[in-house]
């Protein structure tokens, strides 16, 4: 009598429920924190969003170049042929 596929399902159901209460649990308790942003903290952040949107950008475009070559539509340029 093999009963370890039944233990595992169960298992698995509660530790989602435990999570999604501890997510509650923290969600719920929240304090206050005291804390100063100073007007450096703005620019520190804005700086980031920048970086990140930039570093995007150019992942994105290294991804559509390797699929032109992959897809054969690059182009040659300065005219020079191969032969």
């Known amino acids: 009598m093999v009963i370890l596929p039944k233990i595992r399902v ?45 570093t995007g950008l150019f992942v994105m475009k290294s991804y559509l170049y390797r699929l032109k070559h992959l897809l054969g539509l690059n182009r040659v340029k300065g005219g020079d042929t191969e032969g």
């Open 10 to 54: 169960y298992l698995e159901i509660t530790m989602l429920q435990l999570a999604a209460l501890l997510s509650l649990y923290f969600a719920s308790t929240t304090v206050d924190a005291h804390a100063y942003l100073d007007p450096g903290t703005g620019s520190i952040i804005l700086q980031g969003v920048i970086a990140t949107v930039a």
